[in-house]
């Protein structure tokens, strides 16, 4: 039988974290204990090598461990607290942007009745593992949603919908992504032209969110943000929840 699969976020970071947190233990436990004697403005100094790679051992292994226990369990949390900040009736068109193998498009299609979700993507294969349009319908298939999801090969910064087409715009850790400041703000512009009068985005991010808060505000949004998951995510994420003047 298969099984859904979300998949990893940043592998790359989390081996590059490996690594260094690797080669740091390593330093700290075969390497010399300290440099020194140095002269440093006239003073003779020796700085202790062994806590510091120690220090920075810890801190990477950390950091890739956490990213992992993201992976496993923290984005399902995430994903359900998101899910719960809207209520639902059953019949919503939703939007998912940056769905990647879609965590909160299929978590948002097990709330509908009527309603669809479509979730939009370009597939950066460094942001997530086996991150393509298959990988998402192949979940879909297994949740018993299939037939409420869509997917669509879309830049978040332009979206082939009409304006007003979604009563309901989910994102999660993917803005960030968009290289420069002025398109991070294009896509939450986008964001706001295909949400329907009256309608919510949710936009979750572990940086950036005071840019996308600020673009919404300036649009005349009605805007809210978080202040830091810590316990759920790693890195710890914000919430940015933006509501469109009804009409
Ligand atoms: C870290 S993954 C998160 C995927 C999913 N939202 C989740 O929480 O599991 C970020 C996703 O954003 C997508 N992405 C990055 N830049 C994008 C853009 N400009 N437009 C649409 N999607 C984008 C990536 O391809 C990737 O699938």
Known sequence: MRKVDYGTDAPGVIRTLFVIGGLLLAGAVF?????GPLRVGGTSVTVGLRG??????????LGGALMILYAEVGKFRHRDRMLAMIPWTGTENVLDVGTGRGLL????AKRLTAGRVVGIDIWNASDLTGN??????ANAEVEGVAERVEVRNADARRMPFPD??????????????????TGRAEACRE??????????????????????ATAFKEADFDVERSGL???????????VTARKPAA
């Not at 510091?52 to 292994?61: E, K, P, Q, R, V």
Request: include cysteine; hydrophobic fraction near 45%; glycine fraction near 14%.
């Open 31 to 35: 390497g010399p204990p300290a440099i």
């Open 191 to 212: 964001i706001g032209r295909v949400l329907r009068p009256g309608g919510v985005a949710l936009i979750s991010d572990f940086r950036e969110t005071a840019l996308y």
């Open 52 to 61: 510091m790679f120690t220090g920075g051992a810890i801190s990477c292994l």
């Open 164 to 181: 007003g087409s979604f009563d309901v715009v989910l994102s999660n850790v993917c803005l960030h992504n968009i290289p420069d400041a």
């Open 132 to 137: 393509t349009a298959d990988g998402f319908l």
């Open 229 to 239: 998951g810590l316990f759920d995510t790693y890195p710890p994420m914000r919430i």
């Open 105 to 108: 498009a299929i978590g948002a």
